[in-house]
């Protein structure tokens, strides 16, 4: 079964993380260094190796909603990455996404605490994904269950 990867693109960080094979779970996978490695390869050889069928991109909202500072660089990568890649690329909101990847880390033991947090965020950002998309599933079913109901 396919799996769904998350992105949480920075100028010089870009966070990985991946689902389960049954969407439900998502966790870190790497950070790629984009001075280091072309992250338009690299992503495209873990769609490969975690058998894809979808990217969630973080999109970089301000808290009131509206479209932030880094969301024109944000597509600009996206758009370089639709044209390497076969598969969907979604935008999702990651409002607060590296705040509470920071909570995280800080929970944490001590030695534990000292790496960067982008492929937390993209964690975080891509279980938001998956539970929206749980629940968008579980209110379908239950409509359905409502209208067998009325039958």
Do not use: C, H, W
Request: charged share 35%; aromatic share 6%.
């Amino acid at each position: 079964m396919a799996r769904s990867i998350g992105l949480d693109i920075g100028g010089r960080r870009i966070g990985v993380a991946v689902s389960d094979s049954a969407k439900i779970i998502a966790r870190p996978v790497e950070i790629i260094d984009r001075r280091r490695a072309n992250p338009l390869t690299r992503i495209a050889a873990l769609i490969d190796e975690f058998q894809a069928d979808e990217i969630i991109i973080g999109y970089p909202y301000n808290a009131d909603g509206t479209v932030g500072d880094q969301a024109a660089q944000v597509r600009q990568f996206a758009e370089a990455l639709r044209a390497r890649v076969a598969v969907p690329l979604r935008y999702y909101d990651e409002r607060f996404s590296t705040s509470d990847a920071q909570e995280i880390i800080a929970s944490r033991r001590r030695k534990d605490r000292a790496t960067a947090d982008d492929d937390i965020a993209a964690a975080v950002i891509l279980q938001r994904y998956l539970d929206e998309r749980i629940e968008q599933a579980d209110s379908a079913t239950d409509a359905g269950r409502n209208e067998d109901e009325r039958l």
